[in-house]
């Protein structure tokens, strides 16, 4: 199966991981576009992998979780196969240790 094919519910995965921007502490990340914030995650779940250098595995995960959030209905529309892939990755691997699985961290709001 393509990326174009699976599109429609790769978005839909993605926005499953978005909550309400003014509930989302915001990173800066308002003017990166998809793929930036694709290869920042990216990063992070490599750190992660690796044992987390100088931050503890939390705080790492934390920080993919607000990083996912920070993206805006358009960028999640309009990003392009690579950082749909790249997202969808990172999400996988960190649903794996998030408390709430999919739904991210113990503290993420609903």
């Known amino acids: 199966m393509t990326?174009?094919?699976?599109?429609?519910?790769?978005?839909?995965?993605l926005r499953h991981t978005k909550?309400?921007?003014?509930?989302?502490?915001s990173s800066g990340t308002g003017t990166l576009s998809a793929l930036d914030i694709a290869l920042k995650v990216n990063?992070?779940?490599?750190?992660?992998?690796?044992?987390?250098?100088?931050?503890?595995?939390?705080?790492?995960?934390q920080a993919a979780w607000k990083?996912?959030?920070?993206l805006s209905e358009d960028q999640i529309?309009?990003?392009?196969?690579?950082?749909?892939?790249?997202?969808?990755?990172s999400w996988a691997y960190f649903?794996?240790?998030?408390?709430?699985?999919?739904e991210g961290p113990a503290d993420a709001p609903k």
């Open 3 to 13: 990326l174009a094919a699976t599109g429609s519910a790769e978005v839909t995965l």
């Open 19 to 25: 909550t309400d921007a003014a509930a989302a502490p």
């Open 43 to 61: 990063k992070l779940k490599r750190l992660h992998q690796t044992g987390g250098g100088a931050e503890g595995k939390k705080d790492i995960e």
């Open 67 to 70: 990083e996912l959030n920070t």
């Open 77 to 89: 529309n309009s990003a392009e196969g690579k950082a749909v892939a790249l997202m969808l990755n």
């Open 95 to 102: 649903a794996k240790f998030w408390e709430k699985g999919k």
